[in-house]
């Protein structure tokens, strides 16, 4: 798909999208292969999807699943708070598992539900010559995770509705505090990948959980998980990653937004009930990440 600057198609000179991410793209209606058609993504078959000016290609069909999507505030927050380095451990262990799986040089790392591509980007800085795809169904979320790597791209997909990538594509997989479609999942990983799945415990944000009134975490989440995955996937490592938290009030603020928590309660509401923890916030969060490989 090399072109010279009097042929390129136009619609690359928007999509922030290095080649070797785009080729492992597939149609989300019939699976075909996509390429510049026009000003829009198209495949051979005919469909064709636009990409948007901030950079990333909408590869949405049919409606989102309802109550999916981080708002602009809660994308916000969630930026501001990656930004401070409060879950930079969890970032830095999924990055060394991810070079470890191997995730080797022209090898493709996907995250379905990545957010604003803050765990890809680490991911990608610790695997030279690595690419990576973040796939989300928030076009707030994915006007950020366009630029979150100069190696990495973004498209909009539901993972509802299956993964918009070709069999075998994706040499590492991750899935952090978002969705799972398992068969999916086992689709577009390659036989030697590996799948990384992070989920908050029982223990997350216990301490703010119980002050604030926020949705808690199921007690039952990881057998579900377990449960889920087992059909496709052999568990083959895990462990738990525990970070003490002393956050300023806005801070606490940011945390409680970029969570579900946010779907309940205005900016205002969150202000107002952080504003009685004091100053510093303590708080501490416990992760749950697991290695999976196709069984």
């Known amino acids: 798909m090399t072109s010279s600057d009097d042929d390129r198609p136009a619609v690359l000179d928007r999509l922030r999208m290095p080649e070797p991410v785009l080729e492992a793209l597939a149609c989300p209606v019939c699976g075909a292969a996509l390429g510049p058609g026009g000003n829009a993504l198209a495949c051979t078959a005919g469909h064709r999807f636009d990409v948007a000016r901030e950079g990333y290609?909408?590869?949405?069909?049919?409606?989102?699943?309802?109550?999916?999507?981080?708002?602009?505030?809660?994308?916000?927050?969630?930026?501001?708070?990656?930004?401070?380095?409060?879950?930079?451990?969890?970032?830095?262990?999924?990055?060394?598992?991810?070079?470890?799986?191997?995730?080797?040089?022209?090898?493709?790392?996907?995250?379905?539900?990545?957010?604003?591509?803050?765990?890809?980007?680490?991911?990608?800085?610790?695997a030279p010559g690595a690419f990576g795809l973040a796939l989300d169904v928030s076009k707030f979320a994915l006007r950020?995770?366009?630029?979150?790597?100069?190696?990495?791209?973004?498209?909009?997909?539901?993972?509802?509705?299956?993964?918009?990538?070709?069999?075998?594509?994706?040499?590492?997989?991750?899935?952090?505090?978002?969705?799972?479609?398992?068969?999916?999942?086992?689709?577009?990983?390659?036989?030697?990948?590996?799948?990384?799945?992070?989920?908050?415990?029982?223990?997350?944000?216990?301490?703010?959980?119980?002050?604030?009134?926020?949705?808690?975490?199921?007690?039952?989440?990881r057998e579900r998980l377990e449960s889920g995955l087992s059909a496709h996937f052999a568990r083959t490592g895990g462990e738990e990653i525990e970070v003490a938290l002393s956050l300023s009030p806005a801070e606490a603020a940011a945390l409680v937004g970029m969570g579900p928590s946010a779907?309940?309660?205005?900016?205002?509401?969150?202000?107002?009930?952080?504003?009685?923890?004091?100053?510093?916030?303590?708080?501490?969060?416990?992760?749950?990440v697991s290695l999976y490989r196709p069984a």
């Not at 990656?82 to 991810?98: S, T």
């Open 263 to 288: 779907r309940h309660l205005s900016p205002g509401e969150i202000a107002d009930r952080v504003a009685g923890l004091g100053d510093p916030v303590e708080a501490a969060a416990s992760f749950a």
């Open 144 to 221: 950020r995770a366009a630029r979150a790597h100069p190696r990495a791209g973004a498209a909009a997909c539901d993972t509802w509705r299956g993964l918009p990538l070709r069999t075998g594509s994706a040499a590492v997989l991750l899935n952090v505090f978002a969705p799972r479609r398992p068969a999916e999942f086992r689709r577009v990983l390659a036989d030697d990948g590996a799948l990384l799945v992070a989920t908050p415990t029982a223990r997350h944000l216990r301490g703010l959980v119980a002050g604030l009134g926020l949705v808690g975490v199921d007690a039952d989440k």
């Open 57 to 126: 290609a909408g590869l949405l069909t049919g409606h989102r699943t309802a109550g999916t999507g981080d708002t602009k505030e809660m994308v916000r927050a969630r930026q501001d708070f990656q930004a401070a380095g409060h879950y930079a451990p969890l970032a830095a262990r999924l990055a060394e598992l991810a070079a470890q799986a191997p995730l080797p040089a022209g090898g493709l790392a996907v995250d379905a539900g990545a957010g604003t591509g803050y765990y890809l980007s680490a991911v990608l800085d610790r």
